[in-house]
């Protein structure tokens, strides 16, 4: 009897450690970073990334890396103030942010933070400096033409109707970026973070002149047809790219878009609906769709496979004697 009650005394004992130790791990991920050390180590294994081809990198809570490195850099040196008054890890952490800003598009700031990293740090110096002089140029490139506006602004300008003025805007921030590019240490260019940077803002230029016509399609001079052609001209451009599939989303939508408006501004009963027409347009949109949904793994196959129902359900309208439906 003695030796049972043992036994239980010493069981309840185990379990009543066990479980501050499991409540402990289980909100280990919303405890703030235990140390400096440990949340550079996780930025730096994340710096070489393709975030390019590839979408950023999450950490163990889930969330971008780079955003979550900067909002730990910041806890940390709120809650370690006095530790780190001294100010020798000023330099590091300077340094820190500014690898996070840059993969955040905050390319002024990071200049900034790596020219201070420079000034504290004589071995951080040069990369810091290089640093620096690359995030400086790409945000004068990527400040130059059009940006398209917030629309939960309370006021909201117009999109300029000067196409011309707009397009040769935006070729040349993508010049200048090109020319970013290439003034990369070429024997290293591929290696370096700073091409899929640059490339990221290469094809936001390109997006942000493909929506540009996509938003003035129904008030120019051949707008769906040349909102069409920079849609795949986007495709054609960066099909490495890891928004491929959201960019061939938009033109799916874009098909399908059309021909609902051919068959508002034509009806099926007419005498003028052209058949032919209006199935060249639905396959466009539907192998499009069907292409996406084909590909496991990502969030736009459901998506997707959504529309392409919604769609081919539209398409039901349409007089079956006249329609060969997909």
């Known amino acids: 009897m003695l030796r049972t009650t043992t036994a239980l005394l010493l069981l309840g004992l185990a379990l009543s450690a066990c479980a501050p130790y499991t409540k402990r791990r ?6 703030p970073a235990e140390s400096l050390t440990e949340v550079v180590a996780v930025l730096r294994r994340h710096i070489p990334d393709d975030t390019y081809r ?4 999450r950490d163990f809570t889930g969330r971008n890396v780079y955003r979550a490195t900067l909002l730990r850099l910041e806890n940390i040196e709120r809650i370690h103030a006095d530790e780190l008054r001294s100010g020798y890890m000023d330099a590091v952490i300077d340094f820190s942010k500014a690898r996070s800003l840059e993969r955040l598009r905050g ?3 990071a200049a900034r933070l790596y020219r201070e990293a420079a000034r504290k740090d004589k071995e951080l110096r040069e990369e ?23 629309p939960t602004m309370p006021s909201v300008e117009p999109l300029p109707m000067d196409v011309d003025r707009v397009t040769g805007e ?4 993508v010049a200048e970026l090109v020319a970013i590019l290439s003034s990369l240490d070429t024997s290293h260019r591929e290696d370096s973070h700073y091409a899929a940077v640059v490339r990221q803002e290469i094809e936001r230029a390109d997006t942000t002149r493909a929506r540009y016509f996509l938003a003035l399609r129904p008030v120019i001079d051949d707008g769906s047809i040349r ?37 508002a501004a034509v009806p099926p009963e007419g005498l003028h609906f052209d058949p032919p027409k209006f199935q060249e ?20 196959k459901l998506e997707a496979a959504r529309r392409l129902e919604a ?16």
């Open 227 to 263: 909102a069409v052609a920079e849609m795949q001209r986007l495709l054609s451009r960066h099909g490495a790219s890891q928004n491929r599939r959201r960019h061939m989303l938009e033109l799916a939508d874009l098909y399908a878009a059309i021909s609902r408006e051919y068959v």
């Open 26 to 31: 289980a909100e280990a991920v919303y405890d």
């Open 128 to 150: 810091a400096l290089t640093s620096a002089a690359i995030c400086e140029a790409i945000h004068e490139a990527a400040g130059i033409g059009l940006e398209l506006p917030d």
């Open 54 to 57: 590839f979408a950023p990198g």
């Open 281 to 300: 347009l639905v396959d466009a949109a539907a192998e499009l769709y069907r292409s996406v949904a084909a590909q496991d793994g990502t969030p736009e």
């Open 107 to 109: 390319y002024d700031l």
């Open 170 to 173: 935006l070729d040349t921030r």
């Open 311 to 326: 769609f081919l359900a539209f398409t039901l309208r349409v007089d079956r004697d006249r329609f060969a439906q997909p």
